[in-house]
């Protein structure tokens, strides 16, 4: 085993999931990761259909935060957290390409 990935914390009223993985130690930066989440991200999106997906990571450990935003997912906030060591997570998300452009043809642009 290298590591896990799983797409878990389904929202399907706002159609969003929670990514999460990690990886032993012996196998990191050798690009396993980047092809597991790369394919667990389309299934996400094209099997699944949701509109987003979001990381948590602490918000100390660089290396998964130079990861994701590597694969294109964008930082969104930081928060407390009572379960993580340090107290603080990093909130990443990764949106769907056709999500923004369904969201700019529901939006009616007379009104902005």
């Not at 085993?1 to 196998?27: C, Q, R, T």
């Not at 935060?65 to 590597?70: G, Q, R, T």
Request: negative net charge; without cysteine; proline residues 4%.
């Amino acid at each position: 085993m290298l590591g896990s990935i799983s797409v878990w914390n389904l929202d399907e009223e706002s159609n969003k999931a929670e990514l999460g993985y990690g990886i032993f130690p012996d196998h990191r930066r050798k690009g396993y990761m980047k092809e597991a989440i790369t394919a667990v991200v389309a299934y996400g999106f094209r099997t699944m259909g949701l509109d987003r997906i979001e990381a948590y990571t602490s918000h100390y450990n660089q290396p998964s935060i130079d990861f994701l935003d590597s694969m294109d997912f964008d930082y969104v906030e930081t928060i407390e957290d009572s379960y993580s060591p340090h107290g603080l997570m990093d909130v990443f998300v990764r949106h769907r390409p056709e999500f923004f452009i369904r969201q700019a043809e529901k939006t009616d642009i007379t009104t902005l």
